[in-house]
């Protein structure tokens, strides 16, 4: 009984086995024959996406001013802009995108009110360039201007109007604070932290800590990082190739043509005045985010210029 026993385990075994090792030999056929989707794009992935270090230039300016580059604090701190930029990808693509439309309004109103060609990324890392960007503070618009600033600066802000939404009138009155700032300390880089943290909350901080340089100043977190947010996305806007980023022109926001008619009364529905005009309500709002409600009373006769696009301006050519 023990040998029939042991028999049948031996063949049992052997039979186990032969299968296992069939098995084996298919499988080694089957992976070495071809590999798997998964595994072409693993190769893929090694092979092309690495991560680096970014280099960090010996050299900088800021508005015309030198950027202290020799300084370990300056540098890391530029670092840290430079790699949070590049390798968050998906943001400071559209960055890029929306830049192509919103610099050329910016640029020559910059250099018309005397203000250096460098805030224009002011603008940028203040609202990302969403024109209807409104911060937890009630910071409105592109500049992002508080409701009690933008009227000091000349502003209209009003349950109808609200002129943080309108770009070249912001851009006006952002140029104006700015150069306040530079007249009271003497720097744009100190403007420039000014327009985050406030004349006064600025001024403090050069009393407390005895110094009118903005890169020796310990600040807060927001306004520290302030000048080298811009620092930084100005190399990569600058040369987006050299950072990994490869765009067409065919992939840049276009600016939007428009012409613009006079309004000195009362318009009942915007939706309508916008029919008149062979637009949607939503393009005439998109043109002048500025207009807060769906009608305009405008008691005083007020002169407003609005927006209307060109024919055809939101549709999308594919040659």
């Known amino acids: 009984?023990?040998?029939?026993?042991?028999?049948?385990?031996?063949?049992?075994?052997?039979?186990?086995?032969?299968?296992?090792?069939?098995?084996?030999?298919?499988?080694?056929?089957?992976?070495?024959?071809?590999?798997?989707?998964?595994?072409d794009n693993t190769?893929?992935?090694?092979?092309?996406?690495?991560?680096?270090?970014?280099?960090?230039?010996?050299?900088?300016?800021f508005a015309g001013e030198e950027v202290q580059m020799n300084k370990t604090y300056i540098r890391e701190s530029y670092?840290?802009?430079?790699?949070?930029?590049?390798?968050?990808?998906?943001?400071?693509?559209?960055?890029?995108?929306?830049?192509?439309?919103?610099?050329?309004?910016?640029?020559?109103?910059l250099k018309e009110q005397g203000a250096p060609d460098d805030f224009k990324y002011l603008a940028l890392i203040e609202s990302g360039f969403l024109p209807r960007a409104v911060s937890p503070a009630g910071a409105t618009g592109?500049?992002?201007?508080?409701?009690?600033?933008?009227?000091?600066?000349?502003?209209?802000?009003?349950?109808?109007?609200?002129?943080?939404?309108?770009?070249?009138?912001?851009?006006?009155?952002?140029?104006?604070?700015?150069?306040?700032?530079?007249?009271?300390?003497?720097?744009?880089?100190?403007?420039?932290?000014?327009?985050?943290?406030?004349?006064?909350?600025v001024e403090r901080q050069i009393t407390r800590q005895k110094s009118n340089n903005y890169y020796e100043l310990l600040l807060n977190e927001e306004t520290s990082r302030y000048v080298f947010r811009m620092l930084a996305l100005k190399q990569i806007l600058s040369s987006p190739a050299e950072y990994g980023f490869h765009l067409t022109e065919d992939d840049l926001y276009k600016p939007i043509p428009f012409y613009e008619i006079e309004v000195n009364g009362s318009i009942d529905d915007f939706a309508d005045f916008a029919k008149e005009y062979g637009i949607t309500y939503r393009e005439l709002k998109d043109m002048n985010p500025w207009l807060r409600e769906p009608f305009l009373k405008n008691p005083n006769k007020k002169r407003y210029l609005i927006k209307i696009p060109e024919p055809n301006a939101f549709i999308f050519d594919k040659n």
């Not at 049948?8 to 070495?32: E, H, K, M, Q, Y």
């Not at 943080?164 to 700032?181: M, P």
């Open 142 to 201: 592109i500049w992002q201007f508080l409701k009690d600033t933008a009227k000091e600066y000349g502003l209209e802000v009003s349950s109808e109007i609200d002129e943080r939404y309108h770009l070249e009138k912001s851009t006006v009155a952002a140029c104006k604070y700015l150069k306040k700032g530079y007249e009271k300390f003497g720097t744009w880089t100190l403007a420039a932290a000014a327009y985050n943290a406030g004349f006064a909350g």
């Open 79 to 109: 670092d840290r802009e430079i790699l949070i930029n590049t390798y968050w990808q998906s943001q400071t693509l559209l960055l890029i995108k929306r830049a192509s439309r919103y610099f050329p309004v910016i640029e020559p109103i």
């Open 43 to 61: 190769i893929l992935f090694e092979r092309n996406y690495s991560i680096h270090a970014l280099p960090i230039p010996d050299s900088l300016e």
């Open 1 to 39: 009984m023990k040998i029939i026993y042991k028999k049948n385990l031996i063949r049992l075994l052997s039979g186990s086995i032969t299968v296992f090792t069939i098995a084996v030999i298919i499988s080694l056929f089957v992976r070495s024959s071809k590999p798997t989707q998964i595994e």
